[in-house]
C-alpha cells in the first residue's frame, strides 16, 4: 500500500473509540519494552531481601516481589521478554506458512495433498499440545518457546494463504501474466503474495495476542525464560504461591497480559474493518 492509504487506515483505526484506546496502550507497551533500563532505575535482577514484599510505596509503585526485585522493573522487562518471543515467533511462523500454503495452493497436486494432510493433522490438535511436546523435545528457554510457538501456529496461515491463493490464481491478471511467459516464481511472489497478504498479517496480529497467553502458560509452567531473565508467566508462576501474602505479585502480570491481549483483539478488530478484509475474503482479493 502507499503512504496515503497507510494513513488513511490508521485514521479509520483511531476514529474507533475501541482502536484508539487499544493502539495507545500497544504503543505504550512496545516503547516501554523497548526504552526498559531509561525507564526505572532497577535492576531486574537486583535482589534486596530486606525489602522482600513490600506493598506500592513512592520507591517501588507495584511494590517488590519475594527477592525484594521492584516488581515495576520486573514487569517493564517481562514485557520485553513476553513481546518479543511472541512476535519473532509468529513473524517465524507466518514466513513459513506462506510459503507452504502458496506453494501448495498454486501447484496443486500431490504436494498440495501432502501439505493439506500434514497441515490439517497438526490443526487437529490444540496448540498448547503442540507447543509442550516441542519444548519437552527441545528443552526450556526462550528459543524452545519462539519454535514452539511457531510450530503451533504454523497451520493456521499455511491454510489461509493456500485458501487465498487458489481463488487469486484463477484470476484474469494471474492467466495474463503466465500467457506472457512468466515464471512460477515471479507469479508467486510478484502477484499472488502481495494480493494475499492483508489477511494473513491481520491473522498475524490476532494469533500474536493468543502467542503472548501461549508464552504465559509455558512461562507459568516454568518452560518459557528461565530466571533471572523476567517474563509475565514467570512472575505469575512465583506469585501463585504467595497470593494470599503478597496478591500483588500475580495480580499485576496477570493484568498485563489480559490488557494486551485485549487491546491485540481491539486493535485487530479495527484493522479489519479499516481494511474490509472480511469483503476481500469474500471475494477473494
Known sequence: MTLSRHLTVLRTILRRPGGAIAGAWLACVVLAALFAPLLTPYAYDAQV???????????????????????????????????????????????????LGAAAGYFGGSFDRMVTTVVDLSWSFPEILIALMLVAIIGPGTSGTMAAIAVAYLAQFARLTRAQIMTLKSETFIEAAQSLGASHGHILFRHLVP????????????????????????????????????????????????????????IFPGLAVAVTVVAINLFGDALIAALDIKDQVRRGK
Open 49 to 99: 531481601l530486606k525489602e522482600a514484599f513490600q506493598p506500592s510505596s513512592a520507591s517501588h509503585l507495584l511494590g517488590t516481589d519475594e527477592f525484594g526485585r521492584d516488581l515495576l522493573t520486573r514487569l517493564i522487562y517481562g514485557a520485553r521478554t513476553s513481546l518479543s518471543v511472541s512476535s519473532i515467533s509468529i513473524l517465524i511462523s507466518v514466513v513459513c506458512g506462506m510459503t
Open 195 to 250: 494480493n494475499a497478504l492483508a489477511p494473513v498479517l491481520v491473522s498475524a496480529m490476532l494469533a500474536t495476542g493468543d502467542a503472548i497467553i501461549l508464552e504465559a502458560t509455558l512461562g507459568f509452567f516454568g518452560l518459557g525464560a528461565q530466571p533471572p531473565l523476567p517474563s509475565w508467566g514467570s512472575m505469575m508462576s512465583s506469585g501463585s504461591a504467595l497470593l494470599f501474602k503478597a496478591p500483588w505479585i500475580i
